[in-house]
């Protein structure tokens, strides 16, 4: 789990410090303050040399790629677009041999030692079978460059670039990623990920824990099963005797539902959930919290959420209150006024905090 993490200059963030992380971490502030911001940084440094990662959480907020250039798509990563300064993330992970997880992105244009290093690295990809066989011109392109401290070493470092150029391969490197799994605020996954990992949950006997779940929201609920209406795989459940498609119950039901599997069936170290109201009707937003605690405690998931909900604060101190030890935290980002640029802290409550700031009624929304 990451105990701490510090973000400089990306998105919104000039320099970003958060302390006290917990096992579930809800983040709250007024609009613009960056919470998805800084849960986008930290899933770039779980696919710490994986470049794609940044035309992924380009899509997740409804955005295209020109198909023409991909610096257009990332110079919205770097503060103020300005590709003059490196981005810079750091965590601090307790599986990462004790020492700080590093990720370092620069922009460049094609130097000599640049297009060098791209040449070992492009003929490394082709034996490997990453790229097909041919020559690859990056003449003219602007690149970007990935820079990630190796764990056993105090000096070494892995690089990969990624040009600016459409035409070129993005590289993926899995070695040093971990899992992880980004909720967006809007959208639901695909039909072919909802089959395969239910299917993987019916397969290795999870689904009663899956419908265990979903009865937080449909009491009535006692099976589901992956049904074919006209050639479309779905999710039906049997609330008392009748089958009902789960796209008929309800937005909370069906958003809940991909979590929850995401949670069971991918385990990924790292869970990031946008907007975790939508759709979740207060009455039952603690029996929803207590759920995902307890399946971050069994699977050994680090969650962070956001949220302009109050109510949101209010039911996850009431669901963690009495565990031992409490492993949530709520960390509210604002926009200092004593800064030119308004840059943006980050406040961190614990058990004591969280209950007197639920008592205080402070205003997240907005």
Known sequence: MYKSFRVKNFRCFKDLQINDLGRVNLIA????????????????????????????????????????????????????????LDIDIRGNDDAFNGRIRHLAVAEHATEKEILEHIGQYVQQAKQLGLISEGTIDIRGASLLSFSFDLPNSQTERLKVYLPSKSDM??????????????????????????????????????????IDFLSIFETRLSDLRLLSLSGDLTIWGRVN????????MGEGVNRFCNFAISMIAENPKYLFIDEIENGIHYSVQKDVWKAIGQ??????????ATTHSYEMIESAHEAFKDNDPYDFRFHRLNRRSDSDEHEIEAVTYNEAGVGAFVRSGYEVRG
């Not at 613009?32 to 899509?59: C, R, S, W, Y």
């Open 241 to 248: 005797s009748h089958q009902i498609p789960l796209k008929m």
């Open 29 to 84: 502030g007024k609009n613009n303050t960056g919470k998805t911001a800084l849960m986008e940084a930290m899933l770039v440094l779980t696919k710490p040399l994986t470049p794609q990662i940044l035309f992924d959480l380009h899509e997740t907020r409804g955005l295209k790629d020109s198909g023409q250039d991909r610096r257009d798509v990332w110079q919205q990563f770097f503060f103020g677009r300005d590709t003059s």
């Open 295 to 304: 399946v971050a405690r069994d699977l050994n998931i680090q969650v962070f």
């Open 169 to 210: 391969p993005v590289y993926t490197n899995i070695l040093f990623d971990q899992s992880s799994a980004f909720i967006p605020a809007q959208g639901r996954p695909s039909a072919e990920w909802i089959r395969d990992n239910f299917s993987a949950l019916d397969l290795n006997g999870d689904l009663p824990q899956l």
